[in-house]
């Protein structure tokens, strides 16, 4: 007896932990996964960064990441970060990169469904990077590879009600300018209007 007794307090503990569990659907294929939604190389990249120019992203070189934070605007993705509650797994983008949506599934993913812990509104950010020699977001990103984000609200729900999936702006990955970079391009313009200005 008592065992079943404790049988079915572990059973109702963990209907009552999974009906209060928030997820959503983390994928950017939920209307047939069009190129409009497929994530892509920006133009200020070169090929040695993980792909040429306007190329799908693929698993093969590139990983994406879910990051929820109280609802608020933002000003970037280390803010998000900075702020954030939780973060998902990383998850490899399907097919190669330089393939596409229609060949193989580059620049696509669906990672399934993601707990955010408690079911609610969130502000959630998408971020993807290079990741080939096992970097992370953050690495990536300081060592000048490809990194890309999008910032997006989002509603999370708690079983039985269907998870929703993540629909977000289009982005691309890019090389992100340190600010040193910003500082000496200030420099050199600033030193080039007092040489002009002397003239």
Known sequence: MKKLLLTLAVVTA????????????????????????AIRVGTINQGTTGGDTGA???GNNYSIQLLWAPVGTYANDLA??????????????VGLTGGSPTTDGAGLWDAGDV???AAGAYT??????YSA????????RQGGFNTGYA????????????????????????????PSTF???????AALLLFRRRK
Not at 124 to 129: G, N, V
């Open 14 to 37: 963990t209907a009552l932990t999974m009906y209060g569990q928030g997820r959503v659907h983390f994928d950017n294929v939920y209307n047939g996964g069009t190129i409009n939604e």
């Open 56 to 58: 799908f992203v693929g």
């Open 80 to 93: 998000l970060a900075a702020a954030a509650l939780g973060t998902s797994a990383a998850f490899p983008f």
């Open 115 to 117: 707990s955010t812990g």
């Open 124 to 129: 959630m950010m998408a971020r993807a990077w």
């Open 133 to 140: 020699g096992g970097l992370n977001y953050d690495a990536a």
């Open 151 to 178: 910032i997006f609200n989002l509603t999370s729900t708690a079983f039985p009600t269907a998870s929703p999936d993540t629909i977000f702006p289009t982005f691309t990955v890019g090389i992100v300018p340190e």
């Open 183 to 189: 500082a000496l391009a200030g420099l050199g313009a």
